[in-house]
């Protein structure tokens, strides 16, 4: 039995030393939370697609700028219509050919409201697009950190569980010496090998999860790695609370409402006087009469100016209305959302670091209690049942201090999420 368990302990070791050669490679360099949130935000595909946006936009009011200018065009038309036999189209109606060729200068007559009105759309249409584009950056900084902490804590954990395994190795040697002058029962023995072989297995399921949570923060990150590096722990600390009225989760309903008074005003231009000058010159001739001198110029206008709609106006009005009420709605619901939230991510991180404290002075307390029970277990004053109990109690503090952090830093980084 005892060879058994020792052949399964020698090909662990063999495992592990593997393992901790590979690991030598990746230690040279450690890594911050910072740097996967910096890579993530420039993979991010989504925030590129922003920038392009907000580039497009300031082509839409490039283009809305060049048709307030002059509008130059060049236009040639030609017609003949024969009379044979006397018959054929009214020669007073169809001059019975013409010719032109012109060049037309056209310019709109715009208000200086109606202009403003039109790039202030444009305007806000970048708002919009810079609030979504401010929300998707702090998601990313949010789900990046999130995987960060639970990869950081793997590495925590495993580490934890090499220290323990050399404890263990430690111990076992004097025990095995114990055992053969019969200080202890070899059926006492065995049953620290049981608990020496489970923390071997925990510390290869320890370093399986820890890989799987590495290849999702690179996954999440954008970055083509397989490796495992050392990772710094992330010193999180709460952010100070922004005013609701500046968060960036709140700035996009002012800019819809911004948006929906714009869509009001563009309503009103459409009932308003249109007016346009244009000057021509070139060569229009019917050939009737000296055709060679039918060179010349022409000016004129057009206005149009809107009468009844059938009411339309009025309808469009209700139908902004309405959508106001909705937008309305949706921010009274989420500002009562974000307090509640707020709140809670507060009392619960309180409550955990007032946990992680008293977890703290515990772990002391078994610490102290394994290092005496290690020399009384040397000298053959303790039973191995009662120093197993030990190390399990050890182990379990070990395992509540790592959630209760895991809390602790998942609840400060969803905290500095809503703080911005």
């Not at 021509?280 to 050939?287: D, T």
């Not at 030990?390 to 959630?403: E, G, K």
Request: net charge positive; with cysteine.
């Amino acid at each position: 039995m005892i060879k058994k368990v020792r052949q399964i302990r020698l090909v662990f070791l063999l495992t592990l030393l593997s393992y901790g050669g590979s690991m030598s490679l990746c230690r040279a360099q450690n890594y911050k939370v910072d740097d996967y949130i910096q890579k993530a935000l420039i993979n991010s595909p989504l925030l590129k697609d922003f920038k392009n946006q907000l580039l497009l936009n300031k082509m839409d009011s490039a283009i809305l700028k060049a048709g307030y200018k002059p509008q130059i065009t060049a236009s040639s038309t030609g017609t003949y219509a024969p009379v044979i036999n006397n018959y054929g189209y009214d020669n007073a109606l169809s001059n019975g050919k013409t010719f032109d060729a012109l060049i037309t200068a056209n310019q709109n007559i715009i208000g200086k409201s109606r202009r403003d009105i039109q790039l202030e759309g444009i305007a806000l249409h970048a708002d919009s697009i810079n609030a979504a584009s401010k929300i998707s950056e702090q998601d990313i900084k949010k789900s990046i950190t999130e995987q960060y902490i639970t990869t950081y804590i793997d590495q925590q954990q495993r580490d934890f569980y090499v220290e323990v395994y050399q404890l263990l190795k430690k111990e076992e040697n004097i025990l095995k010496v114990l055992a053969q002058k019969s200080v202890y029962k070899q059926a006492d023995y065995l049953a620290f090998l049981v608990t020496f072989q489970q923390q071997e297995l925990q510390l290869s399921q320890t370093t399986i999860q820890l890989k799987n949570d590495f290849a999702r923060l690179n996954y999440l990150t954008g970055i083509v790695d397989t490796n495992v590096v050392v990772l710094q722990e992330p010193l999180l600390t709460t952010t100070a609370p922004a005013r609701l009225s500046n968060s960036i989760f709140i700035q996009g309903y002012k800019i819809d409402s911004l948006k929906l008074l714009n869509s009001k005003k563009q309503i009103d231009l459409n009932y308003k006087p249109l007016a346009s000058i244009y000057v021509n010159g070139g060569y229009n001739s019917s050939f009737i009469l000296q055709p060679y001198k039918n060179f010349g110029t022409s000016v004129g206008f057009t206005m149009s100016v809107p009468i009844y709609d059938g009411g339309q106006r009025k309808m469009k009005y209700t139908q902004l209305q309405i959508q106001e009420n909705t937008r309305q709605g949706y921010q009274r619901f989420f500002v009562r959302q974000y307090q509640q939230q707020v709140n809670q991510l507060i009392q619960q991180l309180q409550a955990t670091q007032e946990l992680q404290t008293k977890i703290t002075r515990q772990i002391k307390f078994t610490e102290g209690l394994i290092n005496v029970d290690s020399k009384l277990l040397q000298t053959g004053d303790i039973t191995i049942a009662d120093y197993v109990i030990a190390i399990n109690n050890y182990l379990n503090t070990q395992y509540m201090l790592r959630q209760v952090n895991v809390s602790r830093l998942q609840l400060t980084n969803q905290l500095n999420y809503w703080n911005n």
